[in-house]
């Protein structure tokens, strides 16, 4: 964990892009697959929104610069 | 190949209930990039010469490029088929199924025979099973997407089909991931119901492999960088085609858009006043992107105010302007309930929208009256589309005629009904040359089997640019200089429309193959150089900026060679009579205008642009069809023979 960085999610904005998730598993897995990433998302066109972590999650903030809708964001300064 | 494909092309039969897997041949690969080239390679082998629409061994070909579920933007699925409309043709959708066939571990998927009975075909990862669809039959595409969802968990991505599709209607299409992509204009949704095939469920888990990890996250991280410092984002997302700029280009010549049959226009102010200024009060708006969508172009839209508060649709903000002006919808309530009952049960709503709109016309021209339409009154309104559009779906009287597509609603009508239907090779066309004028979109919906009504982000669509931004669009693609010279100054013009499409055209079917949506809005963030970059990185072969314009010349080739095969060719390439007529806006007739505005469009100036088109692609300009030489050129060798001597006689002519 991270204990300089949060990730400040907000799933009304998430709009289901699943570039988080793609970028996640391209950092830590080598390859694409948004279902094994540390960040899953529920996409909204399925029923609401949802933005999960895995526990291995350690805050490096990827996913947040692969968001373009706001829906994930690193702030600093401790969980 | 090290990344970017999956590797493996997936065969169905519904009839023996018998899958089949193969690899995806590196041959293939390096001559044909995937996608729409691909498609286009197994469809020539695949589809023997002459094959109807609705026989079990028609197939249907998917197809998902090697960009797809792994790049901002690159979401496209392909589908190809021999369509109702007789032509081999190709439909690309957006949503997630591109991206989930991929991490199945397939690259394509290639369906076909006929079920028996109703079924869904369900593939996780490598296991692909047949399903019993009796559940779903009869259900809208809705009602079946949440079916599959419930059954099968959110994570999966779906195509599904409506009533239009069961009832083998012509003009109906399929929907991905329930109302995320439409696919199959050209009526893919009645050849899966031809195969009683409703639906197609995908959960893939395997991921998508890449070759060089460092660069290609740099390219990644690039054009994501470029996405949300692009200052135009947040207009684009805040329903751009409403924002006062697009708007105005939409309504600059004729004030206003298009309407009644393509007769007249709906007039700006009407669209401001009943659909500009009261979207903010009555409309909720949410982003609905296509998997790996930066941007997101299509929203779900929710009425929240008056009798219908509450009601969803589905659409693309320009959709709803060019809807609304054809069928004179007269506000969002009205307009939101057409694109619902379309959408959920699987109908082309352009299409369906002209057919309308032209029995409309044969009724005031007193071509047809009560006794053929079973005693409606016909008018350009709401109330005469629903009616139309119920009767339609029923298949009932004459709502059968016009759900029986162009080809067969004007010969079962006669009575020179053709005169006044707008369409091209029985698709509709999405553009008009006398609205936007004359432009590389609308030349390319006169040739090509239902073409594409996005421009790839060449200028050409969008009129009102200046001749920078070509050359711009030339370097962005990476047109060869020599080809420039022609665009540029041929025959004294200062932009040969003609030649340009083929430029515009190979560029956007490297995209097709590759599997990037070709809309403006993501278009921009692309070059031939980075793509190279990406192209390498990803699979870890590498190719040059004018091999991947080669490729896309060639996935265009072999399917003008795989309609030619069944008999199509020039005379088949023309324009609707409508667009060689004036249309009436501002109490002035206004004929189709060349793109700069400097002249009118004749039928012989059409005749001109496509006599150019043909030469600039190589093609015979009595035939219009590939010459040996292109074809060697390009290696299609192998459809040398079925060119020269098709092994079908001429279709009729629609």
Known sequence: MNLSKKIVYHPEKCAGCLLCSMRCSLAYEGLVNPLKARVTIQRRISGPSEIRFTDECNSCGICTKACTYGALVLEKGGI | MEGGYSGKILFIDLAGSKTDRKELEVRLVKNFLGGFGINNRL?????????????????IILGAGPFVGVLPGASKLVGTTKMPNGFIRTAVGGGGMGAMLKLAGFDHLVITGRAKKPVYLKIFDDDASIHDAGELWGKNIYETADWLWSKNGRECSLIAIGQAGERLIPISLA?????????????????????????????????IKIAQKKIFSKVFDDILHSVKTWEELQV???????????????????????????????????LKERFQETWEKQVNRTFLPCVGCPVSCKYKLELNEGENAGLVAYARPPSVMLMAGELNLEDWSQCLQFFDFVNKHGIDRHTAALLISWAVELYEREIINQEDTDGLILKHDYDTTI?????????????????SGWKTAIK?????????????????????????????????EAINPGAHNAPGSSPSTLADSNIDAFEAWCDRANIPQGARKRIFSDRGNSLNIGRLTKHVEDWIHAQDCLGICIHGEIQRFYTGKNMVTIYSALTGIDISADELLKAGERAHNLERALNAREGYGREYDSVPQRWLEPISAKGEEFPASDYFETKNITKSDIDRFI????????????????LNAKLKELELEFVMQDVKNPALKKPKHI
């Open chain 2, 236 to 270: 684009v997302r805040e329903f751009s085609w409403f924002a006062q700029e697009k708007f105005n280009k939409w309504t600059k010549r004729l004030g206003g858009v298009p309407s009644k049959n393509a007769r007249t226009v709906y007039p700006k102010e009407k």
């Open chain 2, 611 to 626: 006599e150019d088109y043909y030469e600039e692609r190589g093609w015979d300009p009595r035939t219009g069809n590939p």
């Open chain 2, 387 to 403: 009616n139309l559009l119920e009767k339609i779906l029923k298949r009932e009287g004459f709502g059968d005629i016009l759900a």
């Open chain 2, 175 to 207: 929907f991905i991931d329930k109302q995320n992509g439409s696919f199959g204009k050209g009526g893919l949704g009645a050849v899966m119901g031809s195969k009683n095939l409703k639906a197609i469920v995908i959960k893939g888990t395997t991921g």
């Open chain 2, 43 to 59: 469809a020539f082998d695949l589809i023997r010469p002459g094959t109807k629409w609705f026989a079990p061994e028609n197939p």
């Open chain 2, 412 to 444: 079962r009508i006669g009575r020179n009904s053709e005169r006044y239907a707008v369409q091209v090779k029985g698709i509709t066309p999405a553009l008009d040359p006398r609205h936007l004028k004359f432009g590389t979109a609308i030349l390319s």
